[in-house]
């Protein structure tokens, strides 16, 4: 069974700082990975895509890479905002439509 | 445009009881998926559906059926509730089965007494 783990679970920046969040996942036979922003009593937004032929993804100030042999993919945040103060998980896909998702990285930004 | 729509919001109900959960989506999207989240354990899929009359279980189906009888509409339903069914739920779509985004819709909160 795919495990996939968010390390840290929560993060305090100040604004302007550049960030990376990271992913892990136990199987590496993954069709794609997914980057989501979850805000409170909110349903998911997603960031980023990343199928596995690809290294890496780009939108805007995000850069999402993947590295599929070693089960790792992180998100980096260039140029911190307040807006961005969320909660930011990562899921992968594997055979037969199963999707699994991490617990998530909780990041506030610090005026 | 409304994307994925969830019907009820929230919603309390007694142990024993049947329930419904109503998912609809706008955007002809051919894969629908059911999740629950619950603290500490993120996002686990319950059931998806790849095209119109295919369903398929996820990682925790016990408790939950679907059915798919239009593009449009995927409704979860718990036969008969019991309080370990407590969570948020979502609903989610997707163009081509898991190689295209998914979107997400607001989420139902449902409370078993």
């Known amino acids: 069974k795919q495990e996939v783990t968010q390390i840290p679970a929560a993060l305090s920046v100040p604004e302007g700082e550049n960030l990376v969040l990271n992913c892990s996942f136990t199987d590496s036979a993954i069709y794609n990975l997914q980057w989501f922003r979850q805000d409170p009593g909110k349903g998911l937004t997603s960031l980023l895509l990343?199928?596995?032929?690809?290294r890496e993804q780009t939108s805007g100030r995000l850069n999402a890479s993947l590295d599929k042999s070693s089960g790792r993919s992180t998100l980096y945040i260039a140029a911190s905002q307040p807006g961005d103060s969320a909660t930011y998980l990562c899921?992968?896909?594997?055979?037969?439509?199963?999707?699994?998702f991490g617990t998530g990285t909780s990041l506030t930004v610090i005026p | 445009i409304a994307g994925i729509t969830q019907a009820p919001t929230s919603q309390i109900l007694a142990a024993g009881r049947r329930m419904t959960l109503r998912c609809t989506q706008d955007?002809?999207?051919?894969?629908m998926y059911w999740y629950r989240q619950d603290l500490g354990l993120g996002l686990r899929l319950i059931h998806y559906s790849n095209t119109a009359g295919t369903t398929g279980k996820g990682e925790v189906p016990d408790g939950y059926s679907v059915s798919r009888a239009n593009t449009d509409d995927f409704p979860l339903t718990l036969a008969s509730a019991v309080p370990s069914q407590t969570s948020v739920y979502f609903c989610?779509?997707?163009?081509?089965?898991?190689?295209?985004?998914?979107?997400f819709g607001p989420g139902t909160r449902l409370t078993v007494l």
């Open positions: 955007m002809r999207h051919n894969a």
């Open positions: 989610a779509s997707s163009g081509a089965g898991g190689a295209d985004t998914q979107y």
């Open positions: 990343i199928q596995s032929s690809q």
């Open positions: 899921a992968v896909e594997n055979t037969g439509n199963q999707f699994y």
